[in-house]
C-alpha cells in the first residue's frame, strides 16, 4: 500500500524559507508512470495547489507561488521536497504531499495524499 | 486560471436522503478533467470522481459525477452517515490547477 508522509518544522518565522519532505512508501518514486506534489490549506479554508514534479525532474508551479517556490525530488531516498522562501503569516496552513497517475499532472488528479503537516508562520 | 464556483455553501440534509453539489466553472473545462474530493476534519482530501464521471477505486456506487463543459455535479444517492463532510471539486486541465471552495454537508 503506497503511503506519503511530510516531515519539517511545525513553526517557522516570518521572512524565513520552509524546507518541508516528503517520503513515499510502498512504491517508489522513480516511476516515470507517476506525478508528485505539494498543496496547501490554510485553517479552515479551501485547498491550493503549490507545484508538481515528474520523475524526470521537470517541474509545474503555480504562478501565485512560483517567485518563491522549489519543487525537487531525490530518487536514491524516494523522497521529494519543498522549499518556500519569504514567507509570512498568509502561509500557514496544513501543507500536503500527494501522487498523481500519468506523465502529466493534466492526466488524473492526484488519488495518494499524506496526512497532511500544519505550518504556522509566526512573526 | 479557472475559477471554480461550488454550491451551495452548506447542504443540510438527513440519512438517506439525496444530496446534489454543483461546480460551475468561469472558462470550458479541458477534455472533462474536472475532480470531485471528499474531506473530514483532520483528513486529507479522499479521491472519489476524476474525468468528471469516473469514480475512484473502491467509492461506493452511490457517488455519481455528471457534467462537461462548465458545469459538473456530484451526487450522492442516499447519505450514509459517514458521507457529512465537506466536497471539493478540482480542474485538472490547465495550469494552475484549481479547486473550488467547498460545499459543506451536514446532518439536519
Known amino acids: 500500500q503506497l503511503q506519503l508522509q511530510e516531515s519539517g518544522p511545525g513553526l517557522v518565522k516570518s521572512s524565513e524559507t520552509l524546507s518541508l519532505t516528503c517520503t513515499v512508501s510502498g512504491g517508489s518514486i522513480s516511476s516515470s508512470s507517476y506525478y508528485w506534489g505539494w498543496f496547501r490549506q490554510p485553517p479552515g479554508k479551501g485547498l491550493e495547489w503549490i507545484g508538481s514534479?515528474?520523475?524526470?525532474?521537470?517541474?509545474y508551479y503555480n504562478p501565485s507561488l512560483k517567485s518563491r517556490v522549489t519543487i525537487s525530488v531525490d530518487t536514491s531516498k524516494d523522497q521529494f521536497s519543498l522549499n518556500l522562501t519569504s514567507l509570512t503569516a498568509a502561509d500557514t496552513a496544513v501543507y500536503y504531499c500527494?501522487?498523481?497517475?500519468?506523465?502529466?499532472?493534466?492526466?488524473?488528479?492526484?488519488?495518494?495524499w499524506g496526512q497532511g503537516t500544519l505550518v504556522t508562520v509566526s512573526s | 486560471e479557472i475559477v471554480l464556483t461550488q454550491s451551495p455553501g452548506t447542504l443540510s440534509l438527513s440519512p438517506g436522503e439525496r444530496a446534489t453539489l454543483s461546480c460551475r466553472a468561469s472558462?470550458?473545462?479541458?477534455?472533462?478533467?474536472l475532480a470531485w474530493y471528499q474531506q473530514k476534519p483532520g483528513q486529507a482530501p479522499r479521491l472519489l470522481i476524476s474525468g468528471a464521471s469516473s469514480r475512484a477505486f473502491g467509492i461506493p456506487d452511490r457517488f455519481s459525477g455528471s457534467g462537461s463543459g462548465t458545469d459538473f455535479t456530484l451526487t450522492i444517492s442516499r447519505l450514509e452517515p459517514e458521507d457529512f463532510a465537506v466536497y471539493y471539486c478540482?480542474?485538472?486541465?490547465?495550469?494552475?490547477?484549481?479547486f473550488g471552495g467547498g460545499t459543506k454537508v451536514e446532518i439536519k
Open positions: 500527494a501522487r498523481g497517475a500519468g506523465s502529466t499532472i493534466f492526466y488524473n488528479p492526484p488519488d495518494y
Open positions: 514534479i515528474y520523475q524526470s525532474g521537470s517541474t
Open positions: 478540482q480542474q485538472y486541465g490547465s495550469s494552475p490547477l484549481t
Open positions: 472558462q470550458s473545462v479541458s477534455s472533462s478533467h
